[in-house]
């Protein structure tokens, strides 16, 4: 069974970078077939869909975090990150990682909240 | 700015059948957006109902069905349950590889 957990620091202060890591187990992040996206949830609040990376590196982003936002990969660790520059307390949040393939979002990790504060 | 909208909250009777849509602002919801569905209890991670307009994810029983009604999306509850109490959330995918969220239906069944 396809397994995604996150992990990061779960306190980042303003004007900082938040940073995080999706490690994939029982599956290759090297697939042909998908692609690998980060989705936010602030508290209380709706799911946002970030961005996204397949294995060789090409990326998606939702325009309105497209100047803060970088996804990469580590195929060699089956990983694959997320940085958010300039974090504000907008940017508290529960961060899911997630499989994407038919055109959803099919597996999604367990989710860590990280929350912007001084 | 791609406005995804859905039934801020919607109530069924145990037993009952609902019908939760997924609309743009601005267009009609085809197949060619590929809606999917999800299934959020509070403090658990969102869970696959249907993919590809009415296809259902491993595991998904057969009451939980997705179509296009009119020009929105739709996911049909039949036989509601007292665990179908959640929140539901539409993705549109908008091609180029970009996903659109709606704000989410708060289910209640009472």
């Known amino acids: 069974q396809l397994q995604l957990q996150e992990s990061g620091p779960g306190l980042v202060k303003p004007s900082e970078t938040l940073s995080l890591t999706c490690t994939v187990s029982?599956?290759?992040?090297?697939?042909?077939?998908?692609?690998w996206g980060w989705i936010r949830q602030p508290p209380g609040k709706g799911l946002e869909w970030i961005g996204n990376?397949?294995?060789?590196?090409?990326?998606y982003y939702t325009p309105s975090l497209k100047s803060r936002v970088t996804i990469s990969v580590d195929t060699s660790k089956n990983q694959f990150s997320l940085k958010v520059t300039s974090v504000t307390a907008a940017d508290t949040a529960v961060y899911y990682c997630?499989?994407?393939?038919?055109?959803?979002?099919?597996?999604w990790g367990q989710g860590t909240l990280v929350t912007v504060s001084s | 700015q791609t406005v995804v909208t859905q039934e801020p909250s919607f109530s069924v009777s145990p037993g009952g059948t609902v019908t939760l849509t997924c609309g743009l602002s601005?267009?009609?919801?085809?197949?060619?957006?590929?809606p999917s569905w999800y299934q959020q209890t509070p403090g658990q991670a969102p869970r696959t109902l249907i993919y590809?307009?009415?296809t259902r994810f491993f595991g998904v029983p057969d009451r939980f069905s997705g179509s296009i009604l009119g020009n929105k999306a739709a996911l049909t509850i039949t036989g509601a349950q007292a665990d179908d109490e959640s929140d539901y959330y539409c993705?549109?995918?908008?091609?180029?590889?970009?996903?659109?969220f709606g704000g989410g239906t708060k289910l209640t069944v009472l």
């Open positions: 029982a599956g290759s992040i090297s697939s042909s077939s998908y692609y």
């Open positions: 997630a499989r994407e393939g038919s055109s959803s979002l099919e597996y």
């Open positions: 990376i397949y294995y060789s590196g090409s990326t």
């Open positions: 590809n307009t009415n």
């Open positions: 993705v549109l995918y908008m091609g180029s590889g970009i996903y659109v």
């Open positions: 601005s267009a009609s919801v085809s197949t060619n957006y590929y």
